[in-house]
């Protein structure tokens, strides 16, 4: 199956700083172009455990005793590493957001390039999609998704328009949202808020900001001291908690400080975010929003 070369390929697995016989988790191994160089790097006693929630990731599973390739959500990571007896692990590395495969399949709803039903899912197997939060939200609702994650400034007009939209009937495809939307996409930034409007309904769909809530509070549970994070964010809704866990080892708020004014944090980020070079973008386009940060468990 066709998946697109890996971003910060090289800059995310040195992150992970390596032992050859070390555990490794990558927590979405789409293509598996991360695993393939994790395991590079790894000796004949080193094993590298994979999560995708997607079937069709499935496909590309890597015949190597070193390996193993779980079927399950990152926000999981606990209670599936648990079940394979693996209580602690050297480095996790995750490359969030929408896989190139996925965008690719027009049938799959998550590119703003395909006329194709509402759909949205990263886990098939599940019933929720785009059609249920397009259709079924109330405008209370609809606001709230498109102001939180798809930061637009007009989620009001564009909520209360959908909601009325829908009394002909429901909005089943892609192109009838557009339709649908018109009035709030002028032509010359019709790309950039139609991909942010998408962005808004796929992140409640799949649930992603609570899902990567969930996995980076678990990761404290099972690095190693020592043990690295090695992530990468292409929005602003994810870099952000990704950039605050790394720095407070919380989400909100800043942590407390003792008598000595002293802070305790469980991670310290190891250097600057990287970004992708103008040469990587150009030959992958999806890289170019692409920003990873890299921390070690104290």
Do not use: C, W
């Amino acid at each position: 199956m066709e998946y697109h070369n890996p971003v910060l390929l090289h800059e995310t697995v040195d992150g992970l700083n390596i032992t050859p016989d070390g555990v490794y988790v990558d927590v979405t191994f789409g293509g598996g172009g991360h695993s393939r160089e994790i395991l590079s790097r790894l000796g004949p006693n080193g094993k590298l455990i994979a999560f995708d929630q997607d079937t069709d990731a499935l496909e590309n599973a890597i015949d190597d005793p070193r390996f193993l390739l779980i079927n399950e959500n990152f926000r999981f990571l606990k209670r599936f590493l648990r079940f394979h007896n693996v209580t602690e692990v050297d480095g996790i590395l995750g490359d969030f957001g929408v896989s190139s495969h996925q965008f690719d399949v027009a049938e799959r709803g998550f590119s703003t390039r395909f006329e194709a039903d509402l759909d949205m899912r990263m886990n098939q197997n599940t019933s929720f999609s785009a059609y249920e939060v397009v259709n079924n939200y109330s405008e209370g609702e609809l606001k709230r998704v498109f102001s939180e994650y798809g930061e637009l400034r007009g989620s009001a007009g564009m909520a209360r328009l959908l909601v009325e939209s829908r009394k002909d009937g429901p909005i089943k495809s892609s192109e009838q949202l557009k339709t649908a939307l018109r009035r709030f996409l002028p032509q010359h930034k019709e790309n950039k808020l139609l991909a942010q409007i998408y962005q808004a309904i796929r992140i409640e769909v799949n649930q992603e900001l609570d899902a990567l809530k969930e996995f980076l509070t678990q990761t404290l549970e099972v690095l190693k001291p020592d043990g690295r994070l090695s992530l990468i964010s292409y929005h602003s809704l994810e870099d952000r908690l990704v950039k605050r866990f790394m720095r407070n080892g919380m989400f909100e708020g800043e942590p407390e400080k003792d008598v000595f004014g002293r802070v305790e944090v469980p991670l310290k980020p190891v250097g600057k975010f990287i970004i992708p070079s103008e040469k990587e973008i150009k030959e992958n386009n999806r890289a170019r929003s692409a920003k990873l940060r890299i921390a070690r468990k104290l």
